[in-house]
């Protein structure tokens, strides 16, 4: 299928590595000119030759634990480069733990680095949409929006925030013509995954591989997803085809989520 994005500009939070690493390979598959966004430049310098296609793809160095970095960074960006028409807003996820032992500034922290992060670059770029009659805000976040994930206090409490913002976000700009959606992973091949899986079988005194075959077990489908799965959940959200879809949760979980 032609996404029709073959022209269009792309911001990928997150991009080092996992899903938004592979939300930009996808993308630029499809023609878009990426511009890779994460706080590590050599990481950064190196996934950009990874990217495929003709296009000159680029990257901003931005830590999303400082919010005021964020605008100026993405403001001088802005000053040289045209905007963006699809932001994938992506980053890594709060500590695990209890909520009950969460720290105030656990909490802090997080609604920082998601929520405000994320306001921060839509304000920055829906301007650009706007001019161009054409915008995909999609959010990475988390199957908690649906069914909270135990050991998971302080993600379930933002993830939750960042999705109702998106709704919020999808009823003003829907006439035009920019979509604001999110993509809910389930247990997908990254880092963070392994960082739970060794939380947890530590907590319940097994192995990481008997860990990881009983996770598996949790989805019908019997494994993990792949990031290139959930890339191109993020992808077809993206494009001209996915125009009237606004405001939803989209689960890439392999059915593991019970809710509807």
Not at 8 to 20: F, N
Not at 88 to 107: H, K, V, W, Y
Not at 118 to 146: C, D
Not at 187 to 198: D, P, Q, S, V
């Amino acid at each position: 299928m032609d996404l029709k994005l073959n022209g269009k500009r792309a911001l990928v939070c997150g991009s080092t590595q996992g899903i938004g690493k592979a939300a930009a390979i996808v993308l630029a598959n499809e023609g878009v000119q990426i511009t890779l966004m994460a706080r590590n430049e050599e990481k950064l310098k190196a996934v950009v030759k990874e990217l495929p296609g003709s296009h000159s793809h680029d990257y901003i160095v931005a830590d999303f634990l400082e919010p005021a970095k964020l605008r100026s960074s993405i403001q001088s960006y802005l000053e040289i480069e045209p905007g963006f028409h699809l932001l994938i807003n992506n980053t890594g996820g709060p500590r695990s733990g209890q909520i009950i032992d969460a720290s105030l500034d656990e909490f802090r922290k997080a609604f920082n680095q998601h929520l405000i992060c994320n306001h921060v670059l839509a304000q920055e770029l829906v301007p650009y949409m706007k001019a161009e009659g054409f915008g995909r805000i999609i959010n990475v976040i988390s199957t908690s929006v649906k069914e909270p994930i135990p050991g998971l206090g302080v993600s379930n409490t933002i993830r939750n925030a960042v999705a109702n913002w998106s709704k919020t976000l999808a009823g003003e700009l829907g006439s035009y013509n920019i979509t604001v959606n999110n993509v809910l992973p389930g247990f997908t091949e990254t880092e963070r995954l392994n960082e739970i899986i060794a939380i947890k079988a530590e907590r319940e005194g097994k192995s990481i591989d008997q860990m990881t075959e009983i996770m598996k077990n949790y989805t019908p489908a019997k494994r993990f997803a792949k990031p290139g799965e959930t890339a191109m959940a993020i992808a077809f959200l993206a494009s001209e085809q996915a125009a009237y879809i606004n405001g939803i949760n989209l689960p890439v979980d392999g059915g593991r989520t019970k809710s509807l």
